[in-house]
């Protein structure tokens, strides 16, 4: 069983990727809606990916990113960024922090499951998405 943590406040978004994962019996989803504690569950659970929105209500996905990169326990766990902000600056900043990659909002679901598959390497899984979803 692998794991994915997703540090995201806002319930839609959570259960939109709980829906995509049910392709994927194997992977189990943390979630968290604030930073603090996301980073707390980084680094006792260890989870094989992050999922990071940028907006949070305690601290902002910036931050916590760089707190990820700091601890030696979380710093290699690959972080791919969420977020509505496709500014230029704003993706380079965060790319430059460290982050894995960089998605907006609304998400291109397929290429969110392609790129789950290739982190936790599952690439041979074939990356569809439900037509409800």
Request: negative net charge; glycine residues 6%.
């Amino acid at each position: 069983m692998q794991t994915i943590l997703y540090i995201e406040d806002n319930l839609y978004n959570v259960q939109l990727v709980e829906r995509l994962l049910l392709q994927r019996p194997d992977i189990q989803l943390l979630t968290s809606v604030q930073g603090s504690p996301g980073i707390n569950i980084a680094q006792t659970r260890h989870p094989e990916l992050i999922l990071l929105d940028v907006h949070l209500p305690d601290i902002n996905g910036f931050d916590v990113l760089e707190r990820l990169r700091m601890d030696a326990a979380t710093a290699g766990i690959p972080v791919v960024v969420l977020s509505a902000d496709a500014t230029p600056g704003q993706v380079k900043r965060f790319r430059d922090a460290g982050a894995d990659e960089y998605l907006t909002k609304p998400l291109d679901l397929k290429l969110l499951l392609t790129l789950i598959d290739n982190y936790l390497g599952d690439a041979d899984s074939a990356s569809e998405v439900p037509a409800d979803s």
